[in-house]
């Protein structure tokens, strides 16, 4: 297992722990043969370097609890020193967003 998967394995079950749904870390895989982007000349293929993980709160009040809790937490303590100065990854982009809700 990759530094990075055990990153990945240790944040998915403390976010789970303290409230949170993880639905999981995406990484890149190989696309199917033959296959285009879409909206041609406006799509491009994808960075082979990046990993997404998407991970939702009840409500705001839940994620800053979330915070709070994760900072005591042994296993978020350990895992905050493992990785704090030696990160699996060369950067990371944070954004918060809310799913557009079906109609119909």
């Known amino acids: 297992m990759s530094e990075f998967e055990v990153y990945a394995q240790i944040w998915i ?9 993880h639905h999981r870390y995406f990484i890149p895989r190989d696309k199917p043969a033959e296959t285009g ?3 041609q000349g406006v799509g491009k293929e994808g960075a082979a370097d990046v990993a ?8 705001k ?3 800053l ?18 990785f704090g100065d030696n990160p ?4 990371y982009e944070r954004i918060f967003l809310t799913p557009i809700p079906r109609t119909g």
Do not use: C, M, W
């Open 13 to 21: 079950e403390l976010i789970e722990r303290h409230g949170g749904k």
């Open 88 to 91: 699996p990854f060369i950067s």
């Open 37 to 39: 982007v879409s909206f």
């Open 61 to 63: 009040k839940a994620y």
């Open 65 to 82: 609890q979330y915070r709070e809790q994760v900072a005591k937490d042994p296993d978020g303590v350990a895992a905050n020193a493992r």
């Open 52 to 59: 997404i993980a998407l991970f939702t709160f009840p409500d």
